[in-house]
């Protein structure tokens, strides 16, 4: 699997526009990047995930460089409940012995 | 209506004792597994089943023994508990024909052992 860097922190006002960065520069073809999030004291939690275009669901948005070398996951409208720690995974869909490895991720706080 | 639900949450233990952890899903997913985290916060996998079968098995001590009785569950049996098998258990499950990697996790089940 691709390895992914990620700052280990970062923090943003409540309200304004979480920006988390990714870099996947070794990234193939067939890799997705997975975005995962953990709150404290609780299991991780899918966010979303994308192959080259830009995707957005209910959540959070992501977009994919043009050369898929890195990525941003967006929150659009942090609140406090979004403070945790967000994984970025690089991962080529598989059958049932695919699994996803957790680095250290990057902990965001939203500070009021 | 809890998507994957382990237990028990919390667990207190002596060294050298046997305990289980349960974990069952309704999602009708038919990929099962265990991630641990430990107090660095590392969460590594452990095990998965696919449909009762056992399809991932990491560098993990012969003290651990998963079973699968149907593919809703997976449990996590530890024989002669140690002090470093003190951490958070996190079950999760997947549907494999998606082929997405989107997992559902538990919300976990605290082991402290003594």
């Known amino acids: 699997d691709a390895k992914t860097t990620q700052p280990p922190s970062m923090d943003c006002a409540e309200g304004r526009a979480a920006n988390l960065p990714c870099n996947h520069s070794?990234?193939?073809?067939?890799?997705?990047v997975y975005w995962y999030r953990q709150i404290h004291s609780q299991g991780p939690q899918y966010i979303i995930h994308?192959?080259?275009n830009n995707e957005t669901n209910e959540m959070a948005s992501l977009i994919i460089t043009e050369d898929r070398k890195s990525s941003t996951l967006i929150l659009p409208h942090a609140t406090l409940r979004d403070t945790a720690v967000y994984y970025c995974?690089?991962?080529?869909?598989?059958?049932?012995?695919?699994?996803?490895?957790f680095g250290k991720g990057i902990t965001l706080s939203v500070r009021p | 209506d809890t998507a994957v639900s382990q237990t028990p949450k919390y667990l207190v233990t002596q060294m050298g004792n046997d305990k289980s952890i349960k974990c069952e899903q309704n999602?009708?997913?038919?990929?099962m597994y265990w991630y641990k985290q430990d107090s660095k916060k590392f969460l590594k996998i452990m095990f998965s089943y696919n449909n009762k079968e056992l399809i991932i098995n990491e560098t993990v001590p012969n003290r651990f023994s998963p079973k699968s009785p149907d593919k809703a569950h997976l449990n996590l049996h530890i024989n002669s508990l140690e002090l470093g098998d003190s951490a958070v258990y996190f079950c999760?499950?997947?549907?494999?024909?998606?082929?997405?990697?989107?997992?559902?996790f538990g919300a976990g089940s605290r082991l402290t052992v003594l």
């Open positions: 995974i690089v991962r080529a869909i598989f059958g049932a012995n695919s699994k996803l490895t």
């Open positions: 070794t990234i193939s073809g067939n890799e997705y």
């Open positions: 999602l009708g997913h038919d990929t």
């Open positions: 999760a499950s997947r549907l494999t024909e998606s082929g997405a990697n989107v997992l559902t």
């Open positions: 994308g192959l080259k």
